[in-house]
């Protein structure tokens, strides 16, 4: 009799070898370390780095912990098994108007006439006067589907917000703390940066997708601070020039321009005269082909994709605008190196998801800028996250000197810069989902002690 399982066997034999050979294929990709990546453009952020050997880490067994983190974060194929999940998931459709994420739940905003410097003063009685000519409308009013937490709609994408009770409060101890460790010392401000959507969008369209009002969020935040910090409200003024370019349609950040309008509210507020644009230098970076976060998180859509960003920028006039090779500003890595660098510089170079980091040397530990034009020992210390960086640009020829530190990265305290470099102002700046989303009140009490 024929024996029917014997092709079962052989089937199973082949199954198994080709197995091996992927197997030992992806191997040998995993031993190609000088293909490894440095940089996710899909997550738009570093990898892991090759742990540091000690013998201490290698008795505890942290170096071998870090060396298989490393390994799985930089295989060379992982980026595009990730971009391959994404197109898979690309032909389920989501084209047009879109909601990729989603808010959860959130909690509901207090109103800010709880807070003790809302209670400090009486409110003055404002003096009439005249309406001034209102400014072009650029406020989207398409309602989108719930499919995430990112809304799409017209080319251009929204991240949406919810609101935290617990965090909102607890950041905004911190910030009270702090002032209380350094307020003596230095004059503080604090600027919560809002995201597009509390910008671009009406109230109708996010409460009807369930979305916290931010605006409301950062008047909490205002009335709940100490007296003597200065805060910076910056979400109506935006909110005034919404038609124009102050957000990226590709990517969560506000451009250089939308910074530059924050940058004339904190110059009323420190009661200096801000710069205009038409006296700076101006160069344009991927002009039609930037393609940033909210395009890389949403599963690279086609509505994005025909309306990519260009990234503005407007030199500072302390720094030598027409030579390249002029390094302007210093900057320390995450891992110690430091180098000089341009506030403005060209990546080209870098993956077209990264061109918003042409500003400031981008996220880093620690970096600074000096203006030879000023001779008064001026200083300025910023402490921020990634919104921060299309913010410094504009103040650096205010001050002799300008700091700047990322509060994600950094192992420096507020105290500390304030007494080494001679800090006289020091600007606290976030995101509003960070700064109402838990992530800034242990970092910035770290540093701010």
């Known amino acids: 009799m024929k024996d029917r399982r014997q092709p079962n066997r052989v089937v199973r034999a082949v199954q198994r070898g080709v197995f091996f050979v992927l197997l030992a294929a992806m191997g040998l990709v995993g031993l190609a370390w000088f293909a490894r990546p440095a940089i996710s453009q899909v997550e738009k952020r570093e990898l892991t780095a090759f742990p540091a050997f000690s013998v201490q880490s290698l008795l505890d067994g942290s170096f ?26 690309d032909h389920y459709g989501l084209r047009g108007t879109q909601l990729i994420g989603g808010v959860t739940t959130a909690d509901a905003v207090p109103l800010p006439e709880e807070g ?57 101890n911190t910030m009270n703390q702090i ?48 007296p003597g910090i200065h805060a910076l409200d910056v979400c109506d003024t935006l909110r005034e020039h919404n038609a124009e370019y102050i957000y990226f349609r590709t990517d969560h950040h506000w451009t250089q321009l939308g910074a530059y309008y ?12 801000p710069h205009t644009l038409d006296q700076f230098r101006t160069a344009e970076f991927g002009a039609g082909e930037y393609l940033g976060s909210y395009y890389l998180s949403a599963d690279r859509p086609p ?48 993956p077209s998801s990264e061109w918003y980091c042409i500003f400031s040397g981008a996220d880093r530990p ?18 921020k996250d990634s919104y ?29 810069m304030v007494e080494e470099y001679g800090v006289q102002d020091v600007i606290f700046e976030a995101g509003t989902f960070n700064a109402t989303g838990g992530l800034c009140n242990e970092l910035f009490l770290d540093i701010g002690s």
């Open 64 to 89: 071998f912990k870090g060396l298989d983190t490393w390994y799985a974060d930089t295989y060379p194929l992982r980026e595009g098994m990730i971009f391959a999940q994404q197109q898979l998931e």
């Open 116 to 172: 003790p410097a809302a209670d400090a003063a009486p409110t003055p009685v404002p003096t009439p006067i005249p309406t001034p000519t209102p400014k072009p409308d650029g406020t989207v009013h398409e309602i989108g589907e719930f499919s995430g937490s990112i809304y799409i709609t017209d080319g251009a994408a929204y991240g949406l917000y919810g609101f935290s009770q617990y965090y909102a409060d607890e950041y905004i």
């Open 179 to 226: 002032y209380q460790n350094i307020g003596g010392k230095v004059d503080m401000y604090v600027m919560d940066v809002p995201q597009s959507s509390a910008v671009m969008l009406d109230d109708q369209v996010r409460e009807d997708m369930g979305c916290s009002d931010e605006a409301a969020a950062i008047d909490y935040i205002v009335s709940k601070l100490d």
């Open 262 to 273: 924050a940058y004339r509210v904190f110059c009323e507020e420190k009661g200096i005269e």
């Open 303 to 350: 509505s994005l994709a025909e309306h990519p960003d260009t990234v503005q920028a407007w030199y500072p006039m302390c720094v030598n605008a027409d030579d390249p090779h002029d390094m302007d500003m210093y900057l320390v890595e995450q891992g110690g190196a430091a180098y000089d660098w341009r506030i403005i510089n060209d990546l080209y170079e870098m």
């Open 366 to 383: 620690f970096s600074s800028l000096h203006n030879p034009n000023i001779t008064d020992g001026s200083a300025v210390m910023v402490v």
């Open 388 to 416: 921060g960086n299309a913010f410094i640009p504009w103040l650096t020829d205010h001050y002799e000197y300008t700091y700047w530190v990322d509060f994600r990265y950094t192992d420096e305290t507020v105290s500390h």
